[in-house]
């Protein structure tokens, strides 16, 4: 696909973005659907203008951590370290080093960055109420987990996302009751025993 | 570093289905594409300079949903006729026959079903949150014109800017002596 056309979204043909722009309820030429959206300036503009990154450095000038003839220009808002235009990466409001970027694909460490998080209070939910549904005697285990997830999660509940936070508190009392309820419950069997 | 961030989304839109919740979100610089399945989210961003278009087909769901919905209620009253005698059959065809119409009047209600996707330079994403010709004839212009925003300046900058190449011996630059650290590339 060229950077001028753009996909029918149902059998994929191809489709010039000048008559998508143009024509407001377009057939498709292979299904035959009718096509509707918006084409934005950005698409003309496959060539940016790329200004020379080549910065160096000359005698007083801090220089970048990773090429010391080229003047540093900014800091990494992740690592710190000083870095010049060519090491430089900009998200957002913020400038990053190549390496920390690299590395934020594995570590997940950088909130601009991350493409997926852990929910805990999900989790921890999930924990107090499946053994219910599937088979109640695991809540000896999973109850304290889940118990364990609201502790040691509670002021940081994973995600970029705000979300309301009613699962945690409701996990925990959850876990609580199930745990004293099959304590109970073992105590009462146990004394059936004897 | 915390591992929750509210960086100042703004929530566009929000669907359910069966694997599980897609959002889509309004950032300062970008429009963040959220997937949430069990206890785990994805995120996908958008700068909003960067989106080339934005653009929907109509699906045929919506009449193939209205058609099974007016089959399922039609069945059940067909089936209620022919045993009012039987008082459970009855009120198990009423159900269901109360339920297809219920189902119908819901997806009419809802409207035509429609496929959409952003396409960027490098990516083309569907987006599972404007399922619905009515959800994106609300919420699109919100998001078109925070992209013709910010792509206003882009066009002004790249008119008055000619296009020029990176000198041929930056990118293929030596590393000096002095060098500490060379990042992956």
């Known amino acids: 696909m ?26 498709c030429y292979g299904c035959g659907n009718t096509l509707s959206g918006t ?18 450095a000359t005698g007083e000038d801090a220089v970048c951590f990773y090429r010391a ?75 304290p987990y889940a118990f364990f997830l609201v502790i040691r999660h509670r002021n940081n509940t994973g995600g970029i996302i705000k979300r309301s936070n009613w699962r945690m508190p409701v996990a925990g009392l959850l876990a609580i009751v199930e745990f004293i309820g ?10 059936e025993m004897i | 570093m915390s591992g929750t961030e509210h960086t100042g989304y703004t929530l566009l839109t929000r669907s359910y289905s069966a694997t599980g919740t897609t959002e889509l979100h309004t950032g300062k ?24 278009a934005i ?38 065809f009423s159900v269901s026959m109360v339920t297809g119409i219920l189902l119908l009047v819901i997806n009419l209600i809802k409207g035509p079903t429609v496929r959409t996707v952003i396409q960027t330079e490098v990516n083309r994403e569907e987006i599972n949150c404007f399922r619905r010709q009515r959800a994106l004839d609300k919420i699109l212009p ?29 990118a293929a630059a030596p590393m000096n002596g002095d060098t500490h650290e060379q990042p992956p590339s």
């Open chain 1, 69 to 143: 003839d080229q003047r540093a220009s900014t800091v990494c808002a992740q690592c710190g370290l000083f870095i010049s235009e060519m090491y430089r990466v900009r998200v957002g409001d913020e400038d990053f080093c190549t390496n920390c970027v690299a590395k934020s694909y594995d570590t997940n460490n950088i909130p601009a960055l991350r493409t997926r998080s852990s929910l805990k209070d999900y989790q921890a939910l999930l924990w107090a109420i499946l053994p219910l549904i599937l088979f109640f005697p695991i809540v000896i285990l999973t109850a």
């Open chain 1, 39 to 56: 084409v934005f300036p950005a698409i003309d503009l496959t060539k940016r203008e790329k200004p020379s990154l080549s910065n160096p």
């Open chain 1, 182 to 191: 099959i304590i109970a419950l073992g105590i009462v069997v146990w004394q």
């Open chain 2, 55 to 92: 653009f929907s087909v109509k699906t045929n769901e919506f009449q193939v949903a209205n058609a099974i919905s007016i089959s399922v209620a039609l069945l059940s009253l067909l089936l209620l006729l022919a045993s009012l005698s039987n008082l459970p059959l009855v009120l198990g």
């Open chain 2, 142 to 170: 919100q998001l078109i014109s925070l992209i013709q925003d910010a792509q206003t300046s882009l066009v002004k900058q790249t008119e008055t800017a000619p296009v020029t190449e990176p000198p041929a011996d930056e």
């Open chain 2, 29 to 52: 610089h970008h429009v963040l594409y959220l997937t949430r399945e069990f206890s785990s989210e994805s995120y996908k961003r958008f700068y909003y300079d960067e989106i080339h």
């Open chain 1, 2 to 27: 060229t950077a001028k056309e753009v996909e029918c979204p149902k059998c994929r043909t191809k489709i010039a973005a000048e008559k998508l722009a143009q024509i407001d309820n377009l057939s």
